[in-house]
């Protein structure tokens, strides 16, 4: 069965300390990306990659960076962890194209509290 | 122009009844109509997805509906169960550029026995 793990379910974190969320994908696919996801707000696109090294920012970057050093794996990077943080966050990846049988495919989702 | 908005928040239908989950979009150059589909503890996962070359696409009970001229688009789930209790986005991008799929706010969905 394909998959997109997440390293850790639930986090709890101190304001300022630097934080890492890992992703791995078993599927080869050439794209990878991370959204935080709120209630009354969906989805919201933090960052994505299309090809290992290079990353492009998404709709909320602002306190975030991401690495990809290699095809599988996409790391999202709380530089120093704030209380406006607090959230859920989902890393998928994906085909360069999509149809109507392939699109993102998520994770389980991290549940990162910051206190 | 980027937004997807979505309707309503939440929703709850008796067992057996039809779910409409209502979405519209404002870029043209849109071409594919995802639904996902996420229950809890779960990340979303693709349930249906449409072109705007058709107007309706089913899948079991599940339909999208799309009105190109609105630029609006809907699920309707059809005979609604409680397993189908889950939260769904619509969401909207360009097939060919998978690279930012635009996501609608959600709406939870809650069938009663």
């Known amino acids: 069965d394909v998959k997109v793990t997440q390293s850790s379910r639930y986090l709890v974190k101190r304001t300022g300390e630097k934080v890492f969320l890992e992703c791995v994908q078993d599927?080869?696919?050439?794209?990878m990306f991370w959204y935080r996801q709120d209630p009354g707000l969906g989805l919201r696109l933090i960052y994505f990659?299309?090809?290992?090294?290079?990353?492009e920012k998404g709709d909320i970057p602002e306190g975030y960076s991401v690495s990809r050093e290699k095809k599988e794996r996409f790391s999202l990077i709380l530089e120093s962890a704030s209380t406006n943080q607090t959230s859920m966050y989902l890393c998928?990846?994906?085909?360069?194209?999509?149809?109507?049988?392939?699109?993102?495919?998520f994770g389980s989702g991290t549940r990162l509290t910051v206190v | 122009q980027q937004q997807v908005k979505q309707s309503p928040q939440s929703l709850i239908v008796q067992k057996g009844g039809i779910s409409i989950i209502n979405c519209a979009y404002e870029?043209?150059?849109?071409?594919?109509f995802p639904w996902y589909q996420q229950f809890p503890g779960k990340g979303p996962a693709l349930l249906i997805a449409?072109?705007?070359?058709?107007s309706e696409k089913k899948e079991g009970r599940f339909t999208i509906s799309f009105n190109k001229s609105a630029k609006q688009f809907s699920l309707h789930i059809m005979d609604s169960q409680p397993g189908d209790s889950a939260t769904y986005f619509c969401?909207?991008?360009?097939?060919?550029?998978?690279?930012?799929?635009?996501f609608g706010s959600g709406t939870r969905l809650s069938i009663r026995p």
């Open positions: 998928a990846s994906s085909l360069p194209a999509l149809g109507a049988n392939y699109g993102y495919t």
């Open positions: 599927m080869d696919h050439e794209n």
């Open positions: 990659s299309y090809d290992v090294k290079m990353k």
């Open positions: 870029n043209t150059a849109f071409d594919y």
């Open positions: 449409i072109r705007p070359d058709v």
């Open positions: 969401a909207a991008t360009r097939r060919s550029s998978a690279s930012k799929i635009i």
